[in-house]
């Protein structure tokens, strides 16, 4: 499970490397992806290698397509990426910023960048979504898509207060 995170400053001129976020490869099953929000610049969302895993769920996420969205070795970005790698996966509910050129299920939601998601003030690392946004309390569960960031501070601080 890999929920409720935030994750920016992820590209590869900062920290070297692909400035991927996701990368899933070998055999696994069951993985869930679920109310992350993602600031990256690599040219991929998610990299997929490997054996085929089963179970593999990503729903209600906010992040960048950039140049190849989800893809795969060997593999065209988005659905047929998805149908090799992740056999009978669930890809709803997400805010996948960029064009996406119908290479990804419908019931996804692609404003053309980022900054048109709606962001209290992106930046300045606010990523809680504007009142405005159309994304406001549109998650499958009725929060809001991507992380819980008034969650994410209060943790923060707890953490800060424990030290």
């Known amino acids: 499970l890999i929920s409720n995170?935030?994750?920016y400053g992820i590209d590869s001129a900062s920290w070297g490397g692909q400035g991927r976020p996701f990368e899933?490869?070998?055999?696994?099953?069951?993985?869930?992806?679920?109310?992350n929000t993602v600031d990256a610049s690599g040219s991929r969302l998610m990299t997929?290698?490997?054996?085929?895993?089963s179970g593999f769920v990503?729903?209600?996420?906010i992040a960048p397509l950039n140049t190849y969205g989800i893809k795969g070795d060997g593999?065209?970005?988005?659905?047929?990426?998805?149908?090799?790698?992740?056999?009978g996966y669930e890809l709803t509910n997400n805010v996948l910023a960029g064009n996406d050129n119908g290479?990804?299920?419908?019931?996804?939601?692609?404003?053309?960048?980022?900054?048109?998601?709606?962001?209290?003030?992106?930046g300045?690392?606010?990523?809680?979504?504007?009142?405005?946004?159309?994304?406001?309390?549109a998650a499958t569960d009725g929060t809001d898509?991507?992380?819980?960031?008034?969650?994410?501070?209060?943790?923060?601080?707890?953490f800060t207060r424990l030290r």
């Open 75 to 87: 593999k065209a970005s988005g659905t047929a990426t998805l149908e090799h790698y992740y056999p």
């Open 103 to 122: 290479l990804y299920p419908s019931n996804n939601f692609h404003p053309a960048t980022l900054n048109a998601v709606g962001f209290v003030d992106r």
């Open 24 to 35: 899933f490869t070998g055999d696994f099953i069951n993985a869930r992806v679920t109310h």
């Open 48 to 53: 997929a290698a490997g054996a085929a895993a």
């Open 5 to 7: 995170n935030l994750m």
């Open 145 to 158: 898509i991507g992380a819980n960031i008034d969650d994410l501070q209060q943790l923060r601080e707890n």
């Open 58 to 61: 990503f729903n209600d996420n």
């Open 124 to 137: 300045n690392r606010d990523y809680r979504l504007d009142d405005a946004s159309p994304y406001k309390n």
